[in-house]
C-alpha cells in the first residue's frame, strides 16, 4: 500500500542555518504531496503542496520539489528561525483519496 | 472564518470506560475525518463522512470505536470500552471535498488529547 518515509528526528538547527527534512513515497500511480507543519499547541496546518511530477510547492520560505524519479519530496528552507520551531509532517493523497501521514520530524530552532 | 472546533480538549479516563469526542467542522464542508494520532507518529485515519453517509472506516476498530454524524454537520466518536493503547490525541477535520469532484484543502481542529490508566 502507499506509505510516506520521512526523516527522524529531533532536528536542533541554530537559527539563519539551511535545513532539510528528507522524505520519501511509495505509491502506485501519480500522488499528490503534501507538507504539514504543526505549531505547539496548534492543529496540523497545511503548509505546502505540489500535484504533479517538477512542481515545486512554496510557502513562508519553505520549498519542496516532487522528484517521480526518485520518489522525493525533501523539505528545504535556506535560513530557518525560532518561530519554525515544530512538527512537520509529509503526507501524500493517492489514488484513494485518502492522506497518508508520515511519522512526523520534530525541529527545533536555538536563537 | 471559524476553524474546526474539537471538545474536550483534554481528557483522561481508565481503562475499560467510555468517552466520547465532539466535532464541528467548518461551516459548508461537506467531508469530515477523524484521525488518531498516536505519541510519535503521523496521523492516521479512523472514519471519512461524505455529509451524513460514511466513504472510509476501513481503519476504525468497530469493536470499540464508533462514530455518526447526524445531520451532515456535527460529528461524534466514540469508544467503548477504551484500552490502554487508545492513548492519543483525537484529531478531526474537514473539507469542501464532494464525492467524485475535486479534492480540496484539509483543515483540522487542534485535537482531543486522550489519556487512558
Known amino acids: 500500500g502507499d506509505s510516506v518515509t520521512q526523516m527522524e528526528g529531533p532536528v536542533t538547527l541554530s537559527e539563519e542555518a539551511f535545513l532539510t527534512i528528507n522524505c520519501t513515497y511509495t505509491?502506485?500511480?501519480?500522488?499528490?504531496l503534501f507538507w504539514y507543519v504543526q505549531y505547539p499547541g496548534e492543529g496540523l496546518q497545511l503548509l505546502l503542496k505540489?500535484?504533479?511530477?517538477?512542481d515545486k510547492g512554496s510557502n513562508k520560505g519553505f520549498e519542496a520539489t516532487y522528484r517521480k524519479e526518485t520518489t522525493s519530496f525533501h523539505l528545504e528552507k535556506g535560513s530557518v528561525q525560532v518561530s519554525d520551531s515544530a512538527v512537520y509532517f509529509c503526507a501524500l493523497r493517492g489514488s484513494a483519496s485518502k492522506i497518508i501521514f508520515g511519522s512526523g520530524t520534530r525541529l527545533s530552532i536555538r536563537p | 472564518e471559524a476553524g474546526v472546533a474539537q471538545s474536550p480538549r483534554y481528557k483522561i479516563i481508565e481503562k475499560r470506560q467510555s468517552v466520547a469526542f465532539w466535532c464541528n467542522p467548518i461551516s459548508g464542508h461537506a467531508t469530515l475525518y477523524w484521525y488518531q494520532q498516536i505519541l510519535g507518529q503521523g496521523p492516521k485515519l479512523l472514519i471519512q463522512f461524505q455529509n451524513n453517509g460514511v466513504v472510509d472506516d476501513s481503519q476504525l476498530p468497530k469493536d470499540r470505536f464508533s462514530a455518526e454524524r447526524l445531520k451532515g454537520v456535527d460529528s461524534t466518536l466514540k469508544i467503548q470500552p477504551a484500552k490502554l493503547e487508545d492513548s492519543a490525541v483525537y484529531l478531526c477535520a474537514s473539507s469542501l471535498d464532494l464525492m467524485g469532484g475535486q479534492s480540496y484543502e484539509q483543515y483540522f481542529g487542534p485535537g482531543t488529547r486522550l489519556t487512558v490508566t
Open positions: 505540489a500535484t504533479k511530477a517538477d
Open positions: 505509491a502506485t500511480g501519480y500522488p499528490s
